[in-house]
């Protein structure tokens, strides 16, 4: 099946650091979202970008598709982006049968 | 609803008792995902139903493992004979029907079977 790797696995940042954040992942893919788990386990959607960039606020997107990776920029970080990101591609085929690369725990200190 | 809710957002069960997970997924969302979450991993896919219909129920650990939506909205995730390693968070998710909509999800139970 496919696979899925993040980078770095842990990154601890003081407020107002930028980052990026890396997916790889082992076959062509038409579906790839990104995920923010916060410390109290709620999953919050913060892409979904199968190809190209997206920009939402201090985070932005992009996906290299034809290159099978993807990044994640968080920009002037504060503590609330504490959590673990992870992003997510589908099992087989299309659709949001997900398997999710290893995740990136973030620690975002004063 | 505005999001996914599910219930009860804590379980503990003894060894062998039988458990019912129940989501609900936002309003007109078509597909419906269930999937557990070990602690420190990733969220691994259980099942999955498109309105009713189970399409999907390949990621079920065993057979004391089921799943049903019976009217297309709501769910029940139903463990059988619970045992240790079905200690985990269970995740519900839903979005719009198709393969280009952003999947959405609830808060989870977290189960402990002593």
């Known amino acids: 099946g496919i696979q899925v790797e993040q980078s770095p696995p842990d990154l601890i940042l003081q407020e107002g650091a930028n980052s990026t954040l890396r997916c790889n992942f082992s076959d062509s893919v038409n579906n790839l979202q990104w995920f923010h788990q916060n410390p109290w386990g709620q999953l919050i959607n913060l892409f979904y970008?199968?190809?190209g960039t997206k920009q939402n606020g201090r985070l932005s997107a992009t996906t290299v598709a034809t290159e099978r990776y993807s990044l994640l920029y968080i920009s002037s970080s504060q503590t609330t982006d504490s959590g673990v990101y992870f992003c997510?591609?589908?099992?087989?085929?299309?659709?949001?049968?997900?398997?999710f690369g290893t995740g990136t725990q973030l620690k975002v200190e004063l | 609803g505005a999001g996914v809710s599910q219930s009860p957002r804590y379980k503990v069960a003894k060894r062998g008792q039988d458990v019912a997970l129940r989501c609900d997924p936002i309003s007109g969302h078509v597909s419906l995902f269930w999937y557990q979450q070990a602690l420190g991993q990733g969220p691994e896919f259980l099942t999955y139903?498109?309105?009713?219909?189970?399409?999907?129920k390949s990621g079920l650990p065993s057979d004391r493992f089921f799943a049903e939506r019976p009217e297309g909205s709501v769910s029940t995730l139903k463990i059988q004979r619970t045992q240790q390693e079905d200690s985990a968070v269970y995740l519900c998710?839903?979005?719009?029907?198709?393969?280009?909509?952003?999947?959405?999800f609830g808060s989870g139970t977290q189960l402990s079977v002593l």
């Open positions: 139903f498109q309105n009713e219909a189970q399409l999907d």
């Open positions: 997510a591609v589908p099992l087989t085929g299309g659709g949001n049968k997900l398997t």
């Open positions: 998710a839903s979005s719009l029907v198709g393969d280009n909509e952003k999947l959405f």
């Open positions: 970008i199968p190809s």
